[in-house]
């Protein structure tokens, strides 16, 4: 194989995992503050992306603020479905939460195929296009999402290491019950949790649907987040995006090596590392306090 080839294919799987560590992000961000595996964070993105669509496309409004609206609505929808549903199963089994979250999911497909159909919808971007460098041709998509997701970790860092609201979440998410008695209004930041992680997985699927289209499907896309947040540690959100970037970077020198196993390999690696490495590459570096 050329060194070109090499790196073409490096920079595809970069971006690719960068757009699994997108949806990661708010996956790991629930599961730290509430300990609930959101199995439906690929139907929310799925559908954060149809919203954009219906905005920027169907309604005529232009993709920035097509964008604009669509996030802020699936805030709002994260911010709802916390309150309305999950809050009230506080205190159940982790098994009827789990199924919770994947009726949820299917639920939201099966609306997202009655409301816009099931077959695959272009989205007109501005980030559509080409670069070539050196023999090496990149999409202009591709790089907006990496792009994008470096910019997205930059403000999530800063808004939970240097805002008020950022570190009582934090604690929230460390200990809920000494956060409630230091009259940390516990229910509502975790809600705004639920907010924040759905309008990133709508970032993302805005981002990725120009490579990808959108359609039903397009929801897998979560489970392969979900088994990069596995494969770097689960409750870790640096492992989360070390997971995710080397499920995408693997995956498209796995595929051209071998295609016949092509769209199987992110969860041949989940395998190898969860019998070599149980707890993940960076396990969960802090213990809560009883």
């Excluded at 959108?214 to 897998?220: A, C, F, L, P, R």
């Amino acid at each position: 194989m050329a060194t070109s080839d090499v790196l073409q294919l490096l920079l595809i799987g970069l971006a690719q995992g960068c757009g699994y560590a997108l949806v990661a992000i708010g996956f790991v961000f629930i599961y730290r503050a509430t300990e609930v595996v959101n199995f439906a964070h690929g139907e929310i993105m799925m559908v954060g992306a149809f919203v954009v669509l219906t905005f920027a496309e169907f309604w005529g409004l232009g993709f920035w603020f097509g964008a604009a609206l669509g996030l802020l609505t699936m805030a709002i929808t994260g911010y709802l479905l916390d309150m309305l549903v999950m809050r009230r199963m506080i205190g159940e089994n982790q098994a009827s939460v789990f199924i919770l979250t994947v009726a949820i999911g299917l639920m939201l497909k099966a609306a997202a195929g009655m409301i816009w159909g099931f077959s695959p919808h272009v989205m007109k971007s501005p980030f559509q296009g080409q670069i070539s460098v050196a023999g090496i041709v990149l999409g202009t998509d591709r790089l907006a999402i990496m792009a994008g997701t470096f910019v997205i970790c930059l403000l999530l860092w800063a808004f939970f290491s240097k805002t008020r609201s950022g570190l009582a979440m934090q604690a929230a998410s460390q200990n809920q019950l000494a956060a409630y008695y230091s009259r940390v209004p516990v229910r509502r930041l975790v809600s705004v949790i639920w907010a924040i992680a759905a309008m990133v997985a709508a970032f993302a699927g805005i981002l990725v649907a120009p490579i990808t289209q959108i359609d039903t499907e397009m929801s897998i896309f979560g489970i392969k987040a979900i088994a990069g947040a596995v494969v770097g540690g689960f409750g870790s959100i640096p492992g989360a995006l070390i997971g995710c970037l080397i499920l995408g970077i693997s995956e498209p020198f796995f595929d051209y090596f071998y295609p016949p196993l092509k769209g199987v390999y992110a969860y041949i690696i989940l395998l190898v590392v969860l019998f070599v490495r149980p707890e993940g590459l960076i396990p969960q570096t802090y213990q809560k306090k009883v």
